[in-house]
């Protein structure tokens, strides 16, 4: 009966110190590795295939993966549940007005596409919430050259 106490306690302090020493580490470097505080702040999206059109015809798609980034205030797992919101405000934006490249048939325009998305995003998240928007890919459909006239 002893031993078994004494192995209790030993595993009650075990399985506590590593949670202490975390506090402790949590109070000496505030906001995380780097210091950015916003680890782990993050919306991916679902892949998005964006049209591209060239002289009034469609071209090609692109499969754009996009990453929302959050600042701290924001409720990660609440705006998670907005993804297709966000998804939804992509693609209704990249068939108003495609994102295509200047030179490149085979990739979209990243500036065009995350100004668009970041108003979109502030809209649905709400100010203050949306920190960045990173498109982390590209896939097209099929790799062109520009079409002839």
């Known amino acids: 009966m ?4 004494a192995l209790a306690a030993a595993l009650i302090a075990l ?12 109070e000496k470097k505030e906001g995380g590795k780097d210091g950015k505080g916003d680890v782990g702040q993050y ?15 469609l071209v090609n798609y692109v499969f754009v993966y996009v990453r929302i980034n959050l600042t701290s205030a924001a409720n990660a797992a ?8 966000f998804r939804d405000a992509l693609v209704r934006e990249g068939h108003r007005t495609p994102f ?3 030179s490149d048939l085979s990739k979209v325009d990243v500036p065009k596409l995350t100004a668009a ?3 979109d995003a502030n809209a649905i998240a709400g100010p203050g919430r949306i920190r960045n928007i990173v498109v982390t890919s590209q896939a097209p459909r099929r790799r062109m050259t520009a079409p002839r006239a």
Do not use: C
Not at 43 to 57: A, F, K
Not at 78 to 85: A, G, I, S, T, V
């Open 100 to 102: 295509n490249h200047p």
């Open 2 to 5: 002893l031993r078994r106490f």
């Open 78 to 85: 609440q705006l998670r549940e907005k993804e297709p919101f």
């Open 43 to 57: 919306v991916d999206l679902q892949p998005v295939g964006l049209p591209i059109v060239s002289n009034g015809r």
């Open 15 to 26: 399985a506590a110190s590593p949670a202490v020493a975390s506090e402790k580490g949590g």
């Open 117 to 119: 998305l970041t108003r």
